[in-house]
């Protein structure tokens, strides 16, 4: 025989040999073979969802509950090695959390400079904190909290939306998150955007959110995906029927949404927020509500002419409520597009009976203080405060400046509730500086219609807010997550009520079956650990942190 009959010869034995002898002749390599069998393995390890209970390798229910580590995001910086250390995360197994929600920015992975190349530094910094949360058993929820195109939360990041390659780099970067941790126990799941605000429609977020979901899942078909609610759309700030979460489909989702109403109470005296004193909880003579929405105003008070205006009382027009709808009303102070600056002070709103007489005061305002109000601005522009130099009777009155669109100042902690067939009338006095819009700054009175129960700042009106939200998931057959909830540090002080919010929410969280992380384990605004640097036990919340520790252990 010649040598390839030879070769063929020998060639046909050994394949019989090794089909005698139970030879595996895959195409992968043996050491290929045994990681397919490891991924079979490990994938029954992770948390799954069982119909609407989140369960653990062995199928016991399991409850999530923990704190975020905001890992300083914003400073679009490089990884945060000062935010935590490994002693932070047996801090959090003491007071009985199991869960962490970890904040990530891109840029710990990537630079804008060279796209879709990742840096060893990101990897490195994230497998030492899977490490410490292995030994201290805790699990990781990897929350994007700064994705490609801005962060989201105050409406700045329409880049997203609006450029397709952010969304490309996003998607690609937890592709390779998804791929590189599939197998990793210690990760609850994947956040893919924190608290998106689409800038057209809530379209564009169930879009995103199921290509998300689609992208990860090609490399990563086990992990939990908790995909958020939209808190709002760009200039609507109202909910629609599924309460913003987006329209989209696959398997071991979790629905996200975060609490931190009431918010005038939560965020007030926060600098950031620009809120002043938003009083305490309880507050039995506070009125919240869970769903109103703005329904029209007193359009036709006077306004400030342009150029330079003293002092001047403006008197408005009694509005008439003949309508049904409207339940409440606020004041609001406005100034669109007036380029220079209108100064408030000195607003008495007056309610009139169903014959024009003259009922009450609802409230007289001497404007000295930021206590309750909020600045809204359609673009963005234009400035608020407190002027401790200008003022109608003292040194003292409310102002806005540099409007370049629509924009107000309103007061939701003293709204109040209107009468069908009385009237109402808002009067104050403004002064002008370089005016440039002659229907620009006024004093109006906004109203508000609600279709549920106008409620008070107590446990009721929590319990009414998640129990709607809970309501929605269980006709979805699914599960929820409150991924954010907090009291900035001024509700626990001066007798603010802060730790009895905290109970009152832990309380309906596990009434509903609502998996928590509390907002924020390590900053100023609404931390355990304050101050700069490392975490310091010499500067925190200790009286939230004994809560925590007495009442989840």
Known sequence: ?????????????????????????????????????QEETDENNLIQL?????????KNPLYLQGVAFNNFIWNNAAVPEEHHSEIDYQRVKDMGMNTIRFYMNYSFFEDDSN???????????????IAWAKKHDIYLILNMHAPQG???SQGEGDALWEDVENQNRLSALWVEIAERYKNEVQIAGFGPVNEPVPSQSMQQWSDLAQRLINDIREVNKNHLLFIEQAIYVQGNFTKDENYNFPDISGENIV?????????????????????????????EEIIEVNNAEWYTATFDNPSLPEGNTDWTFFEGIRYVVNDPLIKLAAPSLVAAEVSGTVYFDDIVIK????????????????????????FWSENGTGNNGLSTTVGHVDSSSLFINGTTSDSNMSNF??????????????????????????????????FYKTNGEILLRNKTFL?????????????????LYMGEFGAGTPCFENDKGGLIWIADMYDLLKKYNIHFTYHAYHEDAFGLYLGGGLPDPSNVNQPLIDWFTANLN
């Open 1 to 37: 025989m010649n040598k390839y009959t030879f070769i063929s010869f020998v060639l046909f034995f050994f394949i019989m040999s090794c089909k005698n002898d139970d030879v595996n002749i895959s195409d992968n390599p043996p050491e290929k073979q045994e990681e397919e069998k």
């Open 50 to 58: 069982n119909n609407q209970q989140l369960v653990d390798a062995n």
């Open 463 to 479: 319990d009414d807010y998640l129990g709607k939200i809970a309501a929605w998931a269980d006709s979805k057959n699914s599960v």
């Open 150 to 152: 801005g962060y989201q």
């Open 351 to 374: 309610e009139y009976d169903t014959n024009g007489d003259f009922v009450q005061n609802i409230n007289q305002l001497n404007l000295n203080n930021l206590d309750g109000w909020s």
């Open 255 to 283: 629905y996200e949404f975060h609490g931190y109403e009431p918010y005038l109470y939560t965020h007030q005296l926060l600098e950031f927020a620009g809120l002043g004193d938003g009083g305490k909880y309880p507050d």
């Open 115 to 129: 796209p879709y190349t990742y840096k060893q530094s990101g990897w490195d910094w994230l497998d030492q904190n």
């Open 413 to 446: 902690k003293i709204q109040f509730q209107v009468k069908q067939g009385f009237s109402y009338q808002i009067s104050g006095w403004m002064k002008g500086e370089n005016i440039a819009n002659t229907n620009g700054g006024k004093i109006r009175l906004d």
